[in-house]
């Protein structure tokens, strides 16, 4: 597989999960590959998910593509496994903003010492996140595009992930409810915890002006995290995505709104991590 488009490169962002809990339970997830710029020269790369990914689980594992004379090798996998899992991860420090972080490079040089393995991937930088003046150009519905493993659902022959398609149900540019998420119409199920969030346009798009652009952009702004359910009693609450394989409780009906944490709450997350470590 040549990997050329923009499309096809967001596929390689991403990394499935795979937990154990206590109780001998196995969930699955989402993580992805993000590098924040700190200087003119220097990036640090970390991986992303949720926090309830890893709260409270035994261990778990990260499954990558490997890379054979520079290039994918398709259906070629690479499974790292994590004993102390929960400890490995960094939380936003609000315990309300649920995203983790684990630096990356340690893990790549880990499986490339120790297995003589080099690993295929991409990487979303904080340079995809909208400035100020995109975000001011993006209308209050614009389609969106997430990737990621829902209800554990992969290619198992090539290991790609399933790319899914909704639309904003807030403005991106709103902080719904004072908080830094906005909404998505679409159909999210567990093992999409965690799952990048793009606004992906190629051939043409608008702004909400309606001046059109010819050309492709990719804008990243947010991690999947939560959806709102109908209770028995007619309420509707959110609870974060399930990553556990368990059936729903039929007086819980899912209404296809999902929570997205907003990009920027990672580079806070990987702020507060740079902090605590003195700048390292």
Do not use: C
Not at 153 to 176: C, E, M, Q, Y
Not at 216 to 245: D, M
């Amino acid at each position: 597989m040549k990997i050329d488009s923009l499309a096809e490169n967001l596929f390689f962002t991403t990394v499935r999960v795979d937990t154990r809990a206590p109780n001998g339970s196995g969930g699955s997830g989402t993580a992805f590959l993000f590098a924040h710029k700190i200087a003119d020269d220097k990036h640090v790369a970390f991986v992303v998910t949720n926090k309830h990914v890893v709260d409270g689980m035994q261990s778990g594992s990260l499954t990558f593509h490997q890379k054979r004379d520079e290039q994918l090798a398709l259906g070629m996998g690479f499974r790292i496994d994590i004993g102390d899992w929960a400890e490995s991860w960094f939380g936003h420090p609000s315990p309300d903003v649920d995203i983790a972080i684990t630096p990356f490079p340690p893990l790549e040089q880990h499986v490339n010492s120790q297995n003589n393995v080099e690993l295929f991937y991409r990487v979303i930088t904080s340079d995809m996140i909208p400035t100020p003046a995109q975000l001011d150009d993006l209308d209050a519905i614009e389609s969106v595009t997430f990737i990621g493993y829902p209800n554990g659902v992969w290619d198992r022959k090539n290991l790609l992930p399933v790319a899914r398609r909704g639309t904003t149900a807030s403005p991106i540019a709103v902080d719904f409810e004072n908080s830094p998420r906005f909404l998505v119409d679409a159909s999210v199920f567990g093992g999409s915890s965690g799952s990048p969030v793009f606004v992906l346009n190629q051939g043409i798009y608008s702004d909400k002006r309606g001046n059109s652009t010819i050309g492709s952009r990719v804008l990243f702004v947010g991690v999947i995290a939560a959806v709102f359910f109908r209770t028995h009693l007619n309420q509707i609450v959110t609870v974060p995505i399930p990553t556990q394989a368990v059936p729903m409780a039929r007086q819980q009906e899912m209404i296809d709104l999902g929570i997205v944490f907003k990009a920027r709450t990672i580079v806070e997350t990987i702020d507060a991590f740079l902090r605590m470590r003195g700048g390292a």
